[in-house]
Structure formats: C-alpha cells, structure tokens
C-alpha cells in the first residue's frame, strides 16, 4: 500500500505560479510511475503530468505544456508539480498518484494509489 499526501495548494493570481508537492510513503517509491491528475468544479478528473520512475521520461497534456514540470526526488520520496503561468481555467483539485505500470500512461484506471488532492484556486 502507498500512502500519498499532497501539499502546496493554494489561491494565487492569474499569470502566477505555485508548487505542489507530493510525498509518499509505504513502499518503495522508484517502483513506481507518479502522475498528476485534476478535478475541476463540475468537471471529471483529467490528466494533467506525469512522470517514469528514474525521471527521465515526463509526459504532459496539452493543455498545461509549457507551462508545468513535473519532477521527483527519489531521495525524498517526493513528487513535484510546479506552475506557472497559471490561469483561472487551471482552478481544480490537483491529486497525485502512483502507478505499478512499466510504461507512461495517462488515464486513470492505470494509476493504482491516489492522495486526498490540495486545492488550487486562480484567480483573474
């Protein structure tokens, strides 16, 4: 079982930036792809980063290229999403999650463990 908790979350102004991070625990967290998913108000939760087990693969939507990274730090079992350039539209509940599969995937139905997610509010 692995356990995530998010933090980092937030209300900042339009064009601001924000970081999420992400620590884990309860396994061996390198075992793992980690990803960044988002709900937004009325919305369903839809993919947003994430990232292979090394690092050395990442993976963006559209909608957010160019503008966050994902990162992680192994040694610290910690997963990071930094913002930038944020707009209203990026307003949702940020979650992190873990998934057991060898290759990047996007959907949710391959992440296996999930946070409680942290609030991002954008303001215009």
């Known amino acids: 079982q692995v356990q995530l908790v998010e933090s980092g979350g937030g209300v900042v102004q339009a064009g601001g930036s924000l970081t999420l991070s992400c620590a884990a625990s309860?396994?061996?967290?390198?075992?793992?792809?980690m990803g960044w998913f988002r709900q937004p108000p009325g919305k369903e939760r839809e993919f947003v980063a994430t990232?292979?087990?090394?690092?050395?693969?990442?993976y963006y939507a559209d909608s957010v290229k160019g503008r966050f990274t994902i990162s992680r730090d192994n040694a610290k079992n910690t997963v990071y999403l930094q913002m930038g350039s944020l707009k209203p539209e990026d307003t949702a509940v940020y979650y992190c999650?873990?998934?057991?599969?060898?290759?990047?995937?996007?959907?949710?139905?391959?992440?296996?463990?999930w946070g409680q997610g942290t609030q991002v509010t954008v303001s215009s």
């Open positions: 999650t873990a998934s057991r599969s060898k290759v990047i995937v996007t959907t949710t139905d391959w992440f296996d463990y």
């Open positions: 309860g396994h061996t967290f390198s075992n793992y792809n």
């Open positions: 990232i292979s087990r090394s690092g050395g693969r990442t």
